[in-house]
């Protein structure tokens, strides 16, 4: 990726951190990246394109942040490991985390593009639920839907435990936020 990409992506985050989608105007994120528009917009034709590069750009350093789990634990150990790492990287970037929620909700953020760049990025996520469903130890819902909920749950936990470090630093806070997050996807199932 090149200099100018990346400042105009990162000027963008502080701006949609800042601001919401809506209050980050192409002109203030070419000024705050220190480029010309006509170069914001050589690099990302539209406003939309810029703001859906950013989230996948988001979703690829989460990915890369997070090693795979040991295939030889149990299907909730591997889950335990993956939402800790995970968790542990959207606390040290709540600028990424109140652009994802922001973003998340936002009809630039078509479901569709949404599965495709959880899919992408976080490929472990649907083999995981994948490996899951085809044991009997995750619910037997579509798989869109299963992915709908782990965001959904990641997501509004991350939120509270970054609007409230102390509660981030509990393992018992941690421990139950995992535990409701596994019940949401196991169900009446046996534990793996």
Known sequence: MTDKRRQILAAALALCAEDGLQGAATARIAKAAGVANGTLFHHFPSKEVLIQQLYQDIKQRLGSAISEADPALPLKAQARHYWGQAM????????????????????????????????????????????????????QVPPELMLEVCQSQFLACASLFVDRPELGQDTDWQEGAFTLFWSAIAGGTHEA
């Not at 009809?107 to 990025?121: C, F, G, M, N, V």
């Open 88 to 139: 542990v990287w959207v606390i040290e970037h709540p600028y990424e985390l109140k652009f994802v929620l922001d973003f998340f909700h936002s009809p630039l953020l078509a479901r569709p593009l949404r599965s495709q760049i959880l899919s992408d990025t976080l490929r472990f996520l649907p083999q995981l639920l994948a490996q899951g469903q085809a044991s009997g130890a995750l619910q």
